[in-house]
């Protein structure tokens, strides 16, 4: 932003806080700066922007108002559910709007006849399994922060979770969604099918990480609650053998619903932290969860059980109960904040890889870590092979934020090299956008470009997000200035 | 098309077959009136329009060259496999090229580590089960016409099969895909892994029945052979009975591989021509087919049976070995062509409904049937609620036609109007895109028009299939007359 537009930027905003002041109600609009500053980041807490005005729409109506408002302003708008997305997808943006979706928590229909739930978009992940207990369904993505985040973030950022392995992401159980494109058409996208007549804009909305607009509405798909749960533990002596027994369970034609791996670094501070009494001695755990009707959970349980001992699992442990089960997962579940108890700073990595070469890639990855000094603990959905490294560093150690954040990105570059991906579930958002040409070639990105030019002439949903530079959509010539919107946006960057 | 405009086209093919002979070599151009006739329809073989000119592409360079060659001329192009699709959506343009992979039909890549196939696009369904079988998989969607469908036309439809009630569509089978846009730029989308970063373009160009682009390489997952296949068939008293046992058998939470259901009309079809010897005075069958691990279907085998029973079934046979199950599958898949044993012309029909209100449309259904005179053979995917009803009629008597489809029309509006779909699996084409209104709002269609402009500005992939009327983009005032495009390209109707 040059010097000379500050102004009128200012005076956009406090015509739109007005303006939605009177539209939503006062306590709809916050413009205080210390109650903004609540708001300045989300889960990668390392990127900081104050938004300019934050506005808490009530009901569906309230962001197809305050949609509408930004885009006759020309003021850019974010999306943020419950602000727990690791890329920074809801990062605002400091001349722009924040609309905040959690006042839309309600859960407008449970449909178990057609094993569907249609909710708003602030509702939590976890409250729709609550409530569709009681028929013996439940909502099956299960991000580690299912309590807390949202189904608009889910949907916006394709979530994934441990379970994802066996029922698929967030884009395979949303079924439909009401939609609010960047100009403030309100459009209905599939519903309760399991898919959609007419192109499949749902499926690229999902993922869309609040590029392409804002959901007010989603329906999602319920799942039956299994018969049968078992859960296994499997110590090992290190990740190459508990990464060959994840191939050959895969291999053999199993599903877990969970498949889990810990290395010795992740073990011990998970151990640190909540005494999870893990095997001793063990260079890598696995937890493998089977669940389904009985008759097949025990056939299938065998036969993981054969595979773990066949490729060197020295301990195999069964859950004899549900308190056994959940004692297995707390040093699973508590993995990412545990590191905190063994170094001061960490960078949580998500990063995808074919399972075939999860042994080549966990090597290298030591490698890096042997030649930076940099340590790295590995925690991750090994069934489906997507890696999340957590690179261990001391920011008051000068230099070593800087390694640490070298070493997390050659982790990205092994992902790419071995044909994998630079994120698995948790988006590109504000922190990977540059790493998107390393993935994608010009042609690729110009393509994606057309999806979003298309819903987004101007560029106010989410601007600067997910992809690298901006690019002008033809029509809006020098409406972007040429910088990069991060800094833009006049972030800080802790690193 | 006005006559001063028709010798600047045909002047322009004539440019187009020359070039494309000299780099595509003689044999890959097809100019002959006669020659082309062969090309005139799909499998929905009342409407036919003659191609200006057929391509046969070697390889994908040559996709690319012609659809490049079409975007410098200004000349439509539509994409043909294998032909046998039921919506009309490779009817070809009488102005334009046909661009036919039925010679791209190689085999890439069976990677079953990965458990994925890379494959040309004319390559037949079947054929990748055949090729991944040595190593213990299958390609899981199986349209009736798997022995000869080509996998980018199954990629374009979205198409589904008798066992995409347990295993998905087309859409949750391809992971990754080489695409020519329509400006002759080649993409790629997605990969091997699960899930794609960055906008999910790719799920957006399968079901988008050629009016984006044509695929040149596919990506599919490939799935375990089953253990153990089991398969029942259930004699009832009528639709009302077989309905209530397929909700209640989805209810329990048993999601059977296939659940298929004839009515009356369709079992006297199907005996007429295949004497499958079905339970004698069945109002409705239903085939109810498990797989998986054998201790998993042995315990679902149970439930379904009680389900069966609970609901009226007054036999119920279970298929001692492969033959006897072919048996059960002979009358299935022989319904559509064995109407003609009762009926001299029918229409098949498509439309999806929830599973909740199967008997009530069944209702809807016969008494329009007993309302018009017009004989309907109900034979469907009951388990996911795709509705094949075949629409019988005389042509030689006066008027019959037109009240069929009348009847045919308006078994789409009670789909509608109980919440459900005009196509579950056959998709628009050119027969259906006249119902796009009555299922979306005009904002709807709009938004799926972003997406079509985005990436064919010029309107030359496929113009006239999916959407009800020609929509200018922006950019190109006066490219289409305002005619309907399939008046515009001359189409014949049978009707």
Redesign the interface.
Same mark, same amino acid.
Request: proline residues 5%; charged residues 20%.
């Given at each position: 932003m040059t010097i000379d537009e500050a102004p009128a930027r200012r005076s956009a905003i406090t015509g739109l806080a007005r303006r939605l002041r009177t539209a939503l109600g006062p306590d709809a609009v916050i413009d205080d700066h210390q109650r903004l500053r609540t708001y300045e980041c989300d889960g990668l807490a390392h990127y900081k922007v104050t938004p300019a005005l934050v506005v808490l729409p009530a009901d569906a109506t309230g962001v197809v108002t305050t949609v509408r408002a930004c885009a006759e302003a020309g003021v850019p708008f974010v999306a943020r559910g419950s602000g727990t997305g690791l890329s920074g997808g809801a990062l605002p943006h400091a001349d722009g709007v924040l609309i905040v979706t959690s006042r839309l928590r309600r859960i407008v229909e449970i449909d /178990? +006849? $057609?094993q569907r739930a249609v909710v708003e978009p602030g509702v939590i992940n976890l409250d729709i399994t609550r409530a569709a207990g009681a028929d013996?369904y439940y909502y099956a993505p299960d991000p580690s922060s299912q309590q807390i985040c949202s189904i608009g973030g889910n949907l916006a950022e $394709?979530s994934g979770g441990a379970h994802c392995l066996k029922y698929? #992401?967030t884009? $395979?159980h949303v079924t439909g969604a009401e939609f609010v *494109?960047p100009d403030g058409?309100?459009?209905?996208?599939g =519903?309760?099918? /399991?898919? *959609?007549?007419?192109? !499949?804009?749902l =499926?690229?909305i999902? =993922?869309?990480e609040g590029t392409l607009g804002v959901v007010t509405e989603v329906t999602v798909r319920l799942v039956?609650?299994p018969?049968a749960v078992r859960t296994l533990l499997a110590g090992f002596p290190g990740t190459d053998d508990a990464g060959a027994a994840t191939?050959a369970v895969i @291999?053999a =034609?199993v599903v877990p619903a969970a498949m889990e791996m810990m290395d010795a670094l992740a073990i011990e501070a998970a151990e640190a932290a909540v005494r999870c009494g893990y095997p001793a001695g063990a260079g890598a755990v696995l937890i493998v969860e089977l669940d @389904? /009707? *009985?008759?097949?959970v025990?056939?299938?349980f065998a036969e993981v059980e054969r595979h773990c001992r066949a490729h060197g699992a020295f301990e195999i442990r069964i859950a004899a109960d549900d308190a056994e089960r959940a004692s297995f997962w707390r040093g699973r579940k508590s993995a990412f904040a545990a590191v905190g108890r063994i170094s001061p700073d960490y960078i949580v990595q998500d990063g995808?890889i074919? %399972?075939?070469v999860l042994a080549e890639v966990l090597h290298r990855i030591a490698e890096l870590s042997r030649d930076t000094g940099i340590r790295v603990a590995n925690v991750f959905h090994a069934g489906?092979?997507n890696l999340h490294p957590l690179v261990l560093f001391d920011d008051s150690v000068p230099g070593e934020a800087e390694r640490a954040e070298e070493v997390s990105g050659a982790i990205l570059d092994l992902c790419i090299e071995h @044909?994998?991906?630079?994120? @698995?579930e948790h988006g590109?958002g504000s922190d990977k956008a540059k790493f998107?040409p390393r993935? #994608?070639?010009e042609? !690729?990105l110009?393509?994606?470009q057309?999806? %979003?030019? +298309? #819903?987004d002439p101007d560029g106010l949903a989410n601007p600067g997000k997910?992809f690298p530079t901006p690019r002008l959509c033809g029509e809006v010539p020098g409406r972007h200035k040429g910088a990069h919107p991060l800094q833009d946006a006049g972030i800080a960057e802790v690193f």
């Open positions: /178990p +006849a $057609n013996g $394709n698929g #992401f884009t $395979n *494109a058409e309100v459009v209905r996208l =519903g309760k099918a /399991p898919d *959609a007549t007419g192109y !499949d804009l =499926g690229a999902v =993922g869309s039956r609650l018969e191939s @291999g =034609g @389904g /009707p *009985a008759a097949e025990d056939a299938q995808v074919p %399972r075939t489906d092979g @044909g994998g991906s630079i994120t @698995g590109v998107m993935m #994608f070639t042609a !690729d110009d393509t994606m057309l999806l %979003r030019c +298309a #819903f997910v």
